[in-house]
Every structure is written in structure tokens, then in C-alpha cells.
């Protein structure tokens, strides 16, 4: 390892990790969720190991980041669904990316760009079943379906999706998941009913939760993200046999002796209780690693867990090495699939009161990904 710190992507685990949710999905398509960088671990690379594990698709949440698929020679089938009005749809629809559409007024802008460049929009219309984020809202449904109907028979859209997404799969047995079912079969009976939904329409709702705990919400296509990268949607439900795919890691940029009682780092919120030596951690809040990290954290060095000494700066932190014989240049993993006794991207969230989520996407640009496991 020639830099201060990289993020190590296992793509054999994330085929694995796909392949497993293939296999739970039943005969449902994949749309593999590659947003955010591919939640952080390298958008392109990723995306060929997703497309290798059985995913037939992506989807991402902006345009920019299916272009970026597109430029990295990407071919399979790309979703984007968070478009914002005056968003250059015309290179969207040249480059064969399929756009998600929640009001009519997005519905005009994406027929406007067909006409204009003689394409057909493929359009995927969200409901939005009970979340109250994307999708349209039950009582404007009617309205988007009549909308897009009229523009499939002018030929410039094609209905090729009904979707909607869930709020609360993560919680095993909350009350929202049965009214959000509830609600999404009354909205494909609608567009049934006015004639939106042909059997090549594909529905699709769960999430890498719904996936694995939610059998009946499969439907045509199901759109994992979180558990492609080996990260648990439940994690009090287990690991399903998932396997983690990033591990992060550092080397020592500097390792020395200090006296007891030196205080470390910003606003000395570590004092050293005895002679020891410290080591310093070449990665910061700027990467990823919060500053809300301080005092909860812990790597793993030198074959045992240490806690991340006072305040986590914007580029480096301090861990307290004791009079271990570490130097500069020795490996500290910060997380990674927790084999070797180093702590897990999940561990790092619970201690930090968030999700694995938030843990890998906020893995800065500065620390490159590089790729173990390629080739099928
Ligand atoms: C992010 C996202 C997913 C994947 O969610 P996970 O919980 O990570 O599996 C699926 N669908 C949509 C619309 C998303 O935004």
C-alpha cells in the first residue's frame, strides 16, 4: 500500500452478496442500488460486480450519476429517480437512462426532451404508498396515470415501471408496512384499471429489508442496496449471510514516544496516563471518519482494538499504542468484515448512533477504493 490509507473493496463479496439476494428475490429481477458512489465503494467497478452477481439493473438517484455509469462503459439498464425541473433530460434520454416521474408537471419535461431528441422516454411512475417522500401522493395517482397514458399513445413515453418504496422495512412488524402493501396493490389495480399496467410493466417496491424479511413484496423487480454491500438491513435479525465487502485501512504516518500525563490532540480531551507511545492515523473527519467518532471509535492495531485518542482532526488521529512495538508504516483497519478481529462498519454505527449506511457513503474521495476479487 503506496498511500496514507485506502478503502479495500472485496467485489467477490458483493457477487456473492447479490447472488444471495437473487436467490431470496425468487424469480425476480435485481436492480442493483448503486447510488452515492455505489454506497461508497467505487461506482463503475462495483457496478460490473452487481451486473456479475445476477443484477439485470441499476439504478442511481440523480441523472449525473447514471451518465457517470454510462461513461464508464456501463450498458445495462439505468433508473434514475430524483430529477429536479430544468435538469438536462435530453442527454439523459440519449444515453438510454430511464427516469422516474411522481407529477405531471416532470412527466411534460421528460415528453418535452423526447420530442426533442425522437427518443421514447422509459418512465417509471412512483407512488408514494405511505412514506411521504418521493412518489405521488394516492389522490394525484388517477391524474399521473390519465397523464402518462395520453403521452404513451402520442408515443413519446413508455410506461415501463410502477414503484414505490418503503419507510419502515427495517422494523420487523411495524404497522406502516401492511398499509404501504395495502396501498401499492390499490395502485396498480388503478393503473390496471385504466390500462398502465401491461404485463411487461415491471412493480417493483422492496427494498434489501422487504428482500429479506418481506417475501409477498418481490413483485417483478426488487431493488437492493445496503445488503449487496454485505451490510445487514436488520442487523438485530443477523448477517443472513452476507458478507461485508469494504474494509478500511491506514497506515501509521508517525509513531512516538510521549510522557505521562501529555494531552493529545485538539482541546486535550485525552490525556496519556503513563509513558507510552502514540501512533498517528492518517485519516480524518474530511474522510469520513466523524468527529462525533472521538472517544467512541475503535481500530484495530497491531493484532488488538484501540480507542481513538482525543479529538478526531479533519486529515489524522491518535491512537494510544501503550508500549507496543509499532512503528510508522504498520497497518491500523479502521473497519472491515470483522474476521480478523478488527470492529465492523456495523459496530462503528451502533457506536456512533447511526447506520452502516452513513458509515461507507461518507468515506471520503481522498482515500482511493481499490479492488480485490475481480474477474467471475
Ligand atoms: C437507496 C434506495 C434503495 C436501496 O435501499 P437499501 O435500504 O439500501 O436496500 C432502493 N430503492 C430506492 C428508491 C432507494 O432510494
Known amino acids: 500500500m503506496a498511500t496514507p490509507a485506502e478503502a479495500r473493496v472485496d467485489l467477490a463479496a ?12 425468487g424469480g425476480a429481477e435485481v436492480l442493483g442500488a448503486v447510488k452515492a458512489d455505489a454506497y461508497g465503494h467505487g461506482l463503475v467497478p462495483t457496478s460490473e460486480a452487481v451486473l456479475q452477481g445476477g443484477a439485470s439493473r441499476l439504478g442511481t438517484a440523480y441523472i449525473r450519476e447514471a451518465l457517470a455509469l454510462r461513461a464508464g462503459g456501463i450498458t445495462a439498464p439505468v433508473l434514475s429517480w430524483i430529477i429536479t425541473p430544468g435538469e438536462p433530460l435530453d442527454e439523459a434520454l440519449e444515453a438510454e437512462i430511464e427516469l422516474s416521474a411522481a407529477d405531471e408537471a416532470l412527466l411534460d419535461e421528460i415528453a418535452a426532451a423526447a420530442r426533442r431528441t425522437g427518443r421514447t422516454a422509459r418512465t417509471h411512475l412512483e407512488a408514494d404508498t405511505g412514506m411521504s417522500r418521493g412518489g405521488a401522493p394516492l389522490a394525484a395517482w388517477p391524474g399521473l396515470l390519465a397523464r402518462a397514458l395520453a403521452l404513451q399513445a402520442e408515443g413519446v413515453i413508455e410506461i415501463v415501471g410502477l414503484w414505490s418504496h418503503f419507510a419502515c422495512a427495517d422494523v420487523p412488524g411495524h404497522g406502516s408496512i401492511d398499509r404501504q402493501i395495502d396501498a401499492f396493490e390499490a395502485a396498480l389495480k388503478q393503473a390496471e384499471q385504466a390500462g398502465a399496467a401491461g404485463s411487461h410493466v415491471i412493480r417493483h417496491l422492496a427494498n434489501s429489508a422487504a428482500i429479506l424479511t418481506l417475501p ?10 445496503i445488503a449487496m454491500y454485505g451490510l445487514s438491513p436488520v442487523p438485530e435479525l443477523g448477517d443472513f449471510g452476507l458478507r461485508p465487502a469494504m474494509t478500511l485501512v ?15 490532540s485538539y482541546g486535550h480531551l485525552y490525556v496519556t496516563s503513563s509513558e507510552t507511545t502514540l501512533g498517528l492515523v492518517p485519516l480524518g473527519y474530511a474522510d469520513g471518519i466523524l468527529r462525533h467518532a472521538t472517544g467512541r471509535a475503535e481500530v484495530l492495531a497491531g493484532g488488538r482494538r484501540r480507542a481513538i485518542a482525543g479529538r478526531v482532526c479533519m486529515d489524522q488521529f491518535m491512537i494510544d499504542m501503550g508500549d507496543d512495538p509499532l512503528a ?13 478481529g478488527e470492529p465492523t462498519a456495523q459496530e462503528w454505527a451502533d457506536n456512533l448512533g447511526t447506520i452502516t449506511h452513513e458509515i461507507v ?7 482511493p477504493r481499490v479492488y480485490r476479487g475481480s474477474g467471475t
Request: charge should be positive; proline fraction near 5%; hydrophobic fraction near 40%.
Open 14 to 25: 458483493i457477487r456473492h452478496n447479490v447472488a444471495l439476494l437473487k436467490e431470496r428475490a
Open 216 to 225: 409477498r413484496t418481490h413483485y417483478d423487480m426488487v431493488r437492493p442496496g
Open 250 to 264: 491506514a497506515r501509521i504516518a508517525l509513531a512516538k514516544r510521549v510522557p505521562e500525563s501529555s494531552g493529545v
Open 328 to 340: 510508522a508504516g504498520d497497518e491500523v483497519i479502521l473497519f472491515g468484515p470483522g474476521g480478523r
Open 361 to 367: 457513503t461518507r468515506i471520503g474521495s481522498r482515500v
